[in-house]
């Protein structure tokens, strides 16, 4: 009696962990020792839902995982992972830049998932898939869902991001920068960094340098690695011409200086400054409010024409690596 106990112990509890001990793995990144597993296992069923639903995980071609995630559904998926398949296959179609499909598998998920796991994802999917396809109603509702649903938490703030992006596109300036405003004291980095990078970038296009300075300074300062400090150094490549006007130069007691890094803590900026003593140019750091926030800004050289400032610009960016903008003081 003892060995059958045994033996059915042995067979059946292996049995239904078999696929979570998979997902386990994939999930820590362990993807050889889960392919080995998935291998393994459907040697003995290849129809297997769950199976096909775990290759497309560790799948590296987007289209290939896409045929995974469809042929899973065909098999059979448990509940728990049909939704999630449901939920992959609309963020494929949207990253694919097929906004129909998108927007009609988010509709079909809220439909079956109402109060679903992934529904802020979902929302979000769906309102940028309805603005894409100019369905501008239904992504405007859905995006105020998400808003107020997730209000105070990361996708309540990254529902607001979209808005004023999509106000940004309808030349709205003024809604737009108040949000992004409010987002970059938001305390989460999904949302603050790309509300200050197109507090920067907006700036750039309306030709307030000053301003857009002092985001991508702030973007440098907080989360220096993200995607938008290399784009935003690209377009202040373009500005040379606009912040080193020679016609200011006519503005009595005019002096120019360059603008090296904008802090939120003090202390940073004074260690900033006294680094950049090296130069061999006067520094100092000088307060600036924004939106009732005080912050800290460093400043090298005192040049009386801009000239003098661009070619000291220069030789800065070279030895730092880092793009700089000349500021009339």
């Known amino acids: 009696m003892k060995y059958f106990i045994y033996v059915i112990a042995l067979i059946f509890p ?45 799948e590296q071609e987007g289209e290939v995982s896409q045929q995974f995630l469809d042929a899973a559904v065909r098999a059979g998926l448990n509940p728990e992972l049909l939704e999630r398949n449901t939920y992959l296959t609309a963020q494929y179609y949207l990253a694919s830049g097929n906004s129909e499909k998108a927007a009609a598998t988010a509709q079909a998920y809220l439909q ?25 109603e239904n992504a405007s509702r859905l995006n105020s869902n998400m808003i107020r649903e997730n209000r105070g938490q990361m996708y309540g703030y990254l529902g607001e991001i979209d808005r004023a992006f999509h106000l940004y596109g309808e030349k709205d300036y003024a809604e737009a920068q108040t949000i992004c405003r409010r987002l970059t004291n938001s305390g989460y980095p999904e949302a603050a960094a790309p509300a200050m990078y197109m507090l920067s970038k907006y700036s750039i296009e309306q030709k307030r340098v000053d301003d857009a300075i002092l985001y991508y300074n702030l973007l440098k300062e907080r989360y220096d690695n993200a995607i938008g400090v290399a784009d935003l150094v690209d377009r202040f490549a373009n500005l040379d011409n606009i912040s080193s006007d020679a016609s200011a130069e006519k503005i009595t007691g005019s002096v120019y200086s360059i603008q090296v890094g904008v802090f939120s803590e003090q202390d940073n900026a004074k260690e900033y400054a006294k680094y950049m003593k090296k130069f061999g140019e006067n520094v100092d750091v000088s307060n600036k409010t924004v939106d009732g926030k005080k912050y800290y800004v460093v400043y090298v050289g005192k040049f009386l024409n801009t000239q003098d400032a661009l070619s000291f610009k220069t030789r800065l960016e070279a030895a730092e690596g880092q793009a700089f903008q000349i500021i009339a003081r």
């Open 14 to 58: 292996v049995l239904s962990v078999q696929s979570e001990t998979i997902l386990e793995k994939i999930e820590k990144g362990k993807i050889s020792e889960a392919r080995d597993e998935i291998g393994k296992s459907s040697s003995a069923s290849v129809r297997d839902g769950n199976l096909l639903f775990y290759q497309a995980l560790i």
């Open 112 to 136: 079956r998932w109402e109060n679903g796991k992934y529904r802020p994802q979902i929302l979000r999917i769906a309102s940028y898939a309805f603005n894409l396809e100019a369905q501008e």
